[in-house]
T-cell receptor, first 113, second 113 residues
Framework: GENVEQHPSTLSVQEGDSAVIKCTYS??????FPWYKQELGKRPQLIID?????GEKKDQRIAVTLNKTAKHFSLHITETQPEDSAVYFC????????????FGTGTSLTVIP | DAGVTQSPTHLIKTRGQQVTLRCSPI?????VSWYQQVLGQGPQFIFQ???????GRGNFPDRFSARQFPNYSSELNVNALLLGDSALYLC????????????FGSGTRLTVV
């Protein structure tokens, strides 16, 4: 099955700086990649996603880039704020049936005021 | 409109016991998926049900079973509980069988002692 690796496991940035989280995947047929934000004690929430027919997608301060050749995708958060502090998970959808997602191990982001 | 609801929110069980977790999807969503999230890890796929049929099963032992009812709500059952079953169990609902972004419930925190 698909294998998703995520780095770094922890990340601390000063408020206002940018944060980048990177993920790689193993199955070149994978074609949909969501990102989830999970605040402490809460459920994962979808924050942005990208399909394999585009290379970049932006939503205000958040962007995701995809390099299909290298099989990696990244989450970029600009002008970070304390409320961005959370655990972020990348995921790849199983390409054949589309009935499950393979998640990375998570990145704990701390934004220091 | 209610989101994905799960019950109970917390549960403590003894090794060897059985547990049933419940999930109600968003109104109109016909697909329910179950994930196990061990502390410090990303969610791992257990089952997907769509239109009351099992559509996918992750790498979990037969002690794990699930079903979906005519109203699309779902139950996850775990028999012969082990300490390693302690985790946050997340239910996710989506409109279609082939999933794009999920909406997760808040989860059931299961502790096995």
């Amino acid at each position: 099955g698909e294998n998703v690796e995520q780095h770094p496991s922890t990340l601390s940035v000063q408020e206002g700086d940018s944060a980048v989280i990177k993920c790689t995947y193993s199955d070149s047929a994978s074609n949909y990649f969501p990102w989830y934000k999970q605040e402490l004690g809460k459920r994962p929430q979808l924050i942005i996603d990208i399909r394999s027919n585009v290379g970049e997608k932006k939503d205000q301060r958040i962007a995701v880039t995809l390099n299909k050749t290298a099989k990696h995708f990244s989450l970029h958060i600009t002008e970070t704020q304390p409320e961005d502090s959370a655990v972020y998970f990348c995921a790849a959808r199983e390409p054949n049936t589309g009935n499950q997602f393979y998640f990375g191990t998570g990145t704990s982001l701390t934004v220091i005021p | 409109d209610a989101g994905v609801t799960q019950s109970p929110t917390h549960l403590i069980k003894t090794r060897g016991q059985q547990v049933t977790l419940r999930c109600s999807p968003i109104s109109g969503h016909k697909s329910v998926s179950w994930y196990q999230q061990v502390l410090g890890q990303g969610p791992q796929f257990i089952f997907q049900y769509y239109e009351k049929e099992e559509r996918g099963r992750g790498n979990f032992p037969d002690r794990f079973s699930a079903r979906q009812f005519p109203n699309y709500s779902s139950e996850l059952n775990v028999n012969a509980l082990l300490l390693g079953d302690s985790a946050l169990y997340l239910c996710a609902s989506s409109l279609a069988e082939r999933n794009y972004g999920y909406t997760f419930g808040s989860g059931t925190r299961l502790t096995v002692v």
